[in-house]
Each structure stands twice: as C-alpha cells, then as structure tokens.
C-alpha cells in the first residue's frame, strides 16, 4: 500500500488513501502525511474506524499533544473522557451518553462559538500545530465542517494590504469569541487563562517559509490602534479571507479523520439540528511549534 494524496479544492485539502491509520505507521509514511499537511494544509482519511487509544498514537506521530482550555477549566463532573488530551466535539452528555444535552446547557452555548471562523488555540501563547477530528456518530442534515486556506487569502491581498498587515500584532482571547454569542459564563479560578495573548498577523510556515494570515474569532483588537477601528478592520479581512474560492466544506462520514494546520487554516462549524440528533466527533490537537517565536513584532522591521 502507498499513500496517495487527490486535491479537494484549489490545491487546498486533499483526501489521502492507501494507508490504515488504525495500525502504527512506518516512518516514512509520517513523512508522506507531514508533506501533506505542508502541501495542502487539510487532510481527510476516510473510512478510519479508530478508536480513542488509536488516534490518540496516530496524533503523537505528529507532536506534543495539548490539553484544550475547555479541558483544562471544565469541572470533572462535566468532563466526559478521563484522559484530557482527548476531547468531545458532541453534544451528548458527559455521564449519560445516551442523552442529548439541553438547550441552555451551558457547554453547548459554549461551544456554538465554533460556528465562527477561528483557530484553534489561538488565545493561547503558544496555539494549536494540527487538529484532528474523527467522526463516530453524524447527523442526517448538516453539521459540516468547513476550511479556509489562510495562505491563498494572503497570496491574494494586494500588495499594498499585505504591506499594511505586514507587522500588525493581534490580541487574542477566549473572551473575544466568546462575546461574539453572548457567552460570559466561566467557571470561577480561570481568570488568568482569559488574558489576552499577542500574535503577529501575518505568519511565515517554519518549514515551507509560505506566508499566511492567522485570522480568529478569538482576535479583539491589533496592538496600537483603537478597538472599533481595529475590528472593523478585523471584519473586512475575515470577510476576504472566508470567500468561497478560499473555502473547502467537509461533509461528514462515520469513520472520517480530518487534520488541519491551525497555522494556515481558519475553520468552523456549521448549524444541525443538534436538540434532535446526534453529532459525536473526537478530537485531538498538537502543540503549535513554530508559532511561539513569531508573538513578538520583528524589532528591526519594523
Ligand atoms: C474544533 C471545531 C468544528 C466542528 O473541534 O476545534 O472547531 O465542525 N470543530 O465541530
Ligand atoms: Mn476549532
């Protein structure tokens, strides 16, 4: 069996066959998949039917894993895994998974903030590398996840606009996204995670030195300008960003594992009838390496 990689859209996202991710993989096909991601930036694996352990060792291939902030800050009784670097992308109870969670629970309103574009992590110092979702359990009607490639969204500005965003730094919050939807309620002792964090704007790929916009909804303001004009802004350059010929949508399959690069990808879900059916994905994501040395402003640039 080789891998082989067939683009989805724009030479962005590919769907990779030829191999079982189930099973530890040799190291060269580590290679061929990082390759991947550097090429086309989303990758999706059909008919993948791993388990937690399975993907959990399919992701260490990759980096570090992280723990995600709604991990870290949900109270035990609300977790539903033991293990925190796995997470639930699903609106099923924690402690009885045969029922859907209600209306105004509060971990659903929490997470109605991924139907905005963002990256993952990206309120974090050092954000989120890849994020890899796998779907146990879909909808019969929507619940898609859709992918913008923030690479073609830079290519594309003017040269005059990327001038202009050049040395820009964003602070990026929890709180930002979450004020979009009305959300403020968190639990007590976590005030220090909601801080804002600096990032530059414009990222360079450390390995293939390709630039990209790094967009999110978790973005409140650009150090140095007023916060209106900064978000009006902010507006502008997400709405160019998330046109239709920059976007991959992914319709979800039982058995689907998706992975994508928060460094050059925004994303975002889209609505189901999510009192009536369920959506049961798992997920996993990587430490962000590379991001972390680009928070501050280049001095002498700039
Ligand atoms: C996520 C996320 C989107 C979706 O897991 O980080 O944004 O479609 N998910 O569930
Ligand atoms: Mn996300």
Redesign the pocket.
């Known amino acids: 069996m080789s891998i082989t990689i067939r683009a989805l859209h724009n030479g962005f996202a590919g769907v990779v066959s030829g191999i079982d991710i189930c099973a530890p993989l040799a190291r060269g096909e580590v290679t061929a998949i990082e390759k991947g991601m550097d090429d086309y930036a989303v990758l999706t694996f059909p008919d993948q039917p791993l388990t937690d352990d399975q993907q959990i060792a399919f992701t260490q291939n990759f980096g570090e894993l992280e723990i995600t902030l709604a991990g870290q800050m949900a109270k035990p009784s609300e977790r539903r895994f033991q293990r925190l670097e796995l997470?639930g992308?699903s609106n099923l109870e924690a402690d009885d998974v045969t029922k859907l969670r209600e209306r105004n629970d509060k971990r659903r309103m929490y997470a109605l903030a991924?139907r905005l574009w963002?990256s993952?992590a990206s309120f974090r110092a050092v954000g989120a590398g890849y994020?890899l979702?796998h779907a146990r359990i879909v909808p019969g009607k929507g619940?898609d996840?859709q992918f913008a490639d923030m690479r073609a969204a830079y290519d594309a500005l003017s040269a005059a606009e990327k001038a202009e965003v050049e040395n820009l730094v964003c602070e990026h919050s929890i709180v930002f996204s979450r004020e979009q939807i009305g959300f403020n309620d968190y639990n007590p002792g976590h005030e220090a995670h909601l801080k804002p964090v600096p990032h530059k704007l414009v990222l360079t790929h450390p390995k293939t030195g390709r630039k990209s916009l790094y967009l999110s909804s978790h973005i409140g303001g650009i150090a140095g300008w007023p916060v209106p004009e900064a978000r009006a802004f902010l507006r502008d350059l997400t709405e160019h960003a998330t046109q239709p010929r920059f976007v991959y949508s992914h319709a979800w399959k039982v058995g689907d594992l998706v992975m994508w690069d928060n460094r050059t990808v925004m994303?975002?879900?889209?609505r189901f009838d999510d009192l009536k059916e369920v959506r049961d994905?798992r997920?996993t994501s990587l430490k962000g390496v590379g991001l972390e040395v680009q928070r501050q402003p280049a001095t002498a640039a700039a």
């Open positions: 997470g992308i991924n963002h993952d994020t979702l619940g996840t994303h975002r879900a889209t994905l997920r």
